[in-house]
Structures are given as structure tokens and as C-alpha cells.
């Protein structure tokens, strides 16, 4: 006979809490691990070009297909001053300073990303 | 295994089920994010768990996976078809190993998040997505699989209450 259980048990309640502790330990170190940021990564064409520390405020130009991207850095953030591009996306997003955020402009294949020094391993590599 | 017309017919039915339910779940015009999923066909699946067995469970499980795949996106296989193995064959074995310490919900929690981590792992080994930033999906994905896997359970359970009526056999009792 196959006779089963309806009704909630006990070891249903610490199965379900159990995996939701789990879960919620594993955000924290995962938000841990990320750690903060530090440095600005930008690539041209998916090539990395420079890396700039956030802590310097400066302003730098890379070099796309489209012409010169202008960058500022300052107070810890960054954005695109000014970009040859159409749309001007990349000018719209205007400041990043959280991990991992990104400033795309996709006509002048210019990507900026928040990255910390210390991490080996970057998060957006699963878009990669 | 020694299988009369009746079950056969039983199976079929409940295989067509999870399939039309997997098919269906898949072209809900409902905003998710695009790899989140109730997993409905999860309930028949259960439904199949409680009327006949681990095994009976397993093949409803693979066939659905197999059939959905076919009328779905094919290459989804690689990852739907050892999710749907892995995750009936834990709840099955839960089941076995819990009886009635472990009900419908807990069941169907458990097939959920077996069947989210199973596919991470495909992701990052056959993949070979190698990267840290993969298994950074692992917490959300259990927390997505409790979720999904409450809310299956209570349309199982709700299921099965009405369909066998309460807490009693209905292993080959004519329903």
C-alpha cells in the first residue's frame, strides 16, 4: 500500500527553513566574495586597454572604431564624458561606482567595468 | 517490471500531462526572468510518485523531458533531461528513505532544488562555463527551487487530495 502524507510535517518545515538558510548564507558570501570595487576595466573590442585604479581621480581617452571614448574618474566613480557614438548611451548612463556595473557603448565597442584587484575571477564571465 | 493495461494507459495519460504542462509553462506570455520556471510538470511527476513509485516517477519524468524536447527547443535537452532523472530519482529515494516524515511539499521542494542544482552543474562542468561567477547562481537558484517548489507541492497536494481524497491508498483502487 502506498499511503501518504498530506499535511505539513515537521521535517517539511526543516527541509524548506533549511534550504532557505542555506540560500541566504550563500547571497551573503556570494556579496562577500564580490567583495567591493577598486579598479575601472576597460576594453575596446574586448580587449582590455586599461586598467584604472578609482581611488585617482583622472580623465583618459581610449581609442574605438568609431573614434576617441572620453573617461572621467572621480570620487571613486566613473563615467563617459563624451563618446563619438549616435546615441550616446554610454554618456546617458552616467556614473557607476557599484561592482560589476557596466558602461557599454556598443557602436564604439568600448566597455567599462567595475572590478575589484584583489578578485581572480570576474562575474561576468558567464556572458563571456 | 510487470505492467497491466490499465497502469499503461495511467502512465501514458499522466506522461502527456507533464508534457502538454511543460510545453504550456514554457510559452506563458508572463514576464520571468528568461531561465526561471515553476517546473508545474513537477506535479504529475509527484502525482505519478504517490500512485504507483520511485520508479513509475522516474519514467514519467524522462519522458515528459524527452517529448517536451522534442516539440520545444531541442539542444534544452542537455540540461531539462538529467534534471528531470536526477530530481524525480531524489524525490523518489527521499520518499523511500522518509516516508511519512516527508510530504508532498517537502517531496516536491526537494525534486526542486535537485533539479536547479543539476542543471548548474551542467552548466559548469560540461559547459565548462569555468567559472566562479556560475556557482555565484547556486544561492538564488536554491531560493527560486523553494519557492517554485511550495507552490507545486500545494497544487500536487491539492491534486491528490481531490483526485484519491485525503490521506489514504489509492494504489490500484479504480480511480
Known amino acids: 500500500m502506498f499511503i501518504h502524507k498530506l499535511s505539513l510535517t515537521r521535517s517539511d518545515i526543516f527541509l524548506i527553513v533549511g534550504l532557505l538558510a542555506v540560500a541566504i548564507v550563500g547571497l ?5 566574495m564580490a567583495g567591493g ?4 576595466l576597460v576594453q575596446v573590442d574586448g580587449k ?7 581611488s585617482q581621480d583622472q580623465r583618459f581617452s581610449v581609442d574605438g572604431p568609431l573614434g576617441s571614448t572620453e573617461i572621467e574618474i572621480k570620487d571613486n566613480r566613473v563615467r ?7 546615441k550616446k548611451i554610454c554618456v546617458d548612463t552616467d556614473w557607476i561606482d557599484k561592482p560589476y556595473q557596466t558602461i557599454v557603448c556598443a557602436p ?5 567595468r567595475l572590478i575589484s584587484s584583489r578578485g581572480k575571477d570576474e562575474l561576468d564571465g558567464i556572458t563571456e | 517490471m510487470i505492467m497491466d493495461t490499465r497502469k499503461m494507459v495511467r502512465l501514458s495519460l499522466l ?10 509553462e514554457n510559452q506563458l506570455p508572463i514576464p520571468r526572468p528568461l531561465w526561471l520556471k515553476l517546473g508545474l510538470a513537477n506535479i504529475i511527476t509527484l502525482l505519478a510518485l504517490v500512485m504507483y513509485g520511485t520508479r513509475e516517477a522516474v519514467i514519467v519524468a524522462c519522458m515528459r523531458s524527452l517529448l517536451a524536447g522534442i516539440f520545444g527547443v531541442l539542444p534544452m535537452l542537455m540540461f531539462s533531461f538529467p534534471a528531470a532523472l536526477t530530481s524525480s530519482l531524489s524525490m523518489g529515494l527521499l520518499h523511500r528513505a522518509f516516508g511519512q516524515r516527508l510530504s508532498i511539499v517537502g517531496l516536491s521542494v526537494s525534486g526542486a532544488v535537485v533539479h536547479n542544482l543539476t542543471q ?10 569555468n567559472s566562479s561567477s556560475i556557482l555565484a547562481l547556486a544561492p538564488l537558484l536554491i531560493l527560486a527551487a523553494v519557492m517554485a517548489g511550495v507552490l507545486t507541492g500545494l497544487v500536487a497536494r491539492y491534486l491528490i487530495k481531490n483526485l484519491i481524497g485525503g490521506d489514504n491508498s489509492f494504489r490500484d483502487s479504480g480511480v
Open chain 2, 120 to 129: 548548474l552543474a551542467i552548466a559548469y562542468f560540461v559547459l565548462s562555463l
Open chain 1, 80 to 86: 563617459v564624458v563624451d563618446s563619438p557614438c549616435r
Open chain 1, 37 to 40: 570595487t577598486d579598479t575601472a
Open chain 1, 48 to 54: 582590455e586597454v586599461i586598467r584604472a585604479s578609482l
Open chain 1, 108 to 112: 564604439n565597442r568600448v566597455v567599462i
Open chain 2, 15 to 24: 506522461v502527456s500531462l507533464a508534457t502538454v504542462l511543460s510545453i504550456l
Open chain 1, 28 to 32: 551573503g558570501v556570494v556579496r562577500y
